[in-house]
T-cell receptor
Framework: DTAVSQTPKYLVTQMGNDKSIKCEQN?????MYWYKQDSKKFLKIMFS???????INETVPNRFSPKSPDKAHLNLHINSLELGDSAVYFC????????????????FGPGTRLLVL | AQKVTQAQTEISVVEKEDVTLDCVYE???????LFWYKQPPSGELVFLIR??????QNEISGRYSWNFQKSTSSFNFTITASQVVDSAVYFC?????????????????FGQGTILTVHP
């Protein structure tokens, strides 16, 4: 029933570890996104994939590597975790339009709260 | 570059008061979309409304209403007769249209958010 789901919901780990966050959407959308929300609630886009192809890559450290095995899934792998990576990570999805210049609404997952100790 | 400013960091009202959340944006695009999202204490992001740059009609949905004024680059959100359940962080967002592989998609820029607290 859930439209955009993320696992895990909470992630507590030590500095230097590698961790992954998974995202799945059952809306039939072909575009997926990762956003980071910092401790001041500021939301910023990190990556976007359209049909498994990377289309947005903001200035994110290369310790962050998104992977899209199919258009319904977009996972985020983080290597060598640092204290500053502590944040809430949101996955979102939307439906891209064929050359129409329109934007479809992005629907967000529940978020994954990452705490790096 | 696109920018969204929500000048009110925090607003506190008493139940049944009306409250307006301000949003001002900057963009050089002629086609763009504006959104409002709600983030309740439980943490999820809930879509409230989408408006495209060519549609300046105001919209009302129950106790919620939105006023889009292109001339002042503003997209304000009013809650009438506020309730405790309206307590949340509200985000205004602007989307620029991007193209890749023959399709168009959006890149959202969010404002800083306004924390609304409604007291009983």
């Amino acid at each position: 029933d859930t439209a955009v789901s993320q696992t895990p919901k909470y992630l507590v780990t030590q500095m230097g570890n590698d961790k992954s966050i998974k995202c799945e959407q059952n809306l039939g959308h072909d575009t997926m996104y990762w956003y980071k929300q910092d401790s001041k609630k500021f939301l910023k886009i990190m990556f976007s994939y359209n049909n498994k192809e990377l289309i947005i890559n903001e200035t994110v450290p290369n310790r962050f590597s998104p992977k899209s095995p199919d258009k319904a899934h977009l996972n985020l792998h983080i290597n060598s975790l640092e204290l500053g990576d502590s944040a809430v990570y949101f996955c979102a999805s939307s439906q891209a339009r064929r050359a129409s210049g329109t934007e479809e609404t992005q629907y967000f997952g529940p978020g994954t709260r990452l705490l790096v100790l | 570059a696109q920018k969204v400013t929500q000048a009110q960091t925090e607003i506190s009202v008493v139940e049944k008061e009306d409250v307006t959340l301000d949003c001002v944006y900057e963009t050089r695009d002629t086609t763009y979309y504006l959104f409002w999202y709600k983030q309740p204490p439980s943490g999820e992001l809930v879509f409230l409304i989408r408006r495209n740059s060519f549609d300046e009609q105001n919209e009302i949905s129950g106790r919620y209403s939105w006023n889009f004024q292109k001339s002042t680059s503003s997209f304000n959100f009013t809650i009438t007769a506020s309730q405790v359940v309206d307590s949340a962080v509200y985000f205004c967002a602007l989307s620029e249209i991007k193209y890749a592989g023959g399709t168009s998609y959006g890149k959202l820029t969010f404002g800083q958010g306004t924390i609304l607290t409604v007291h009983p």
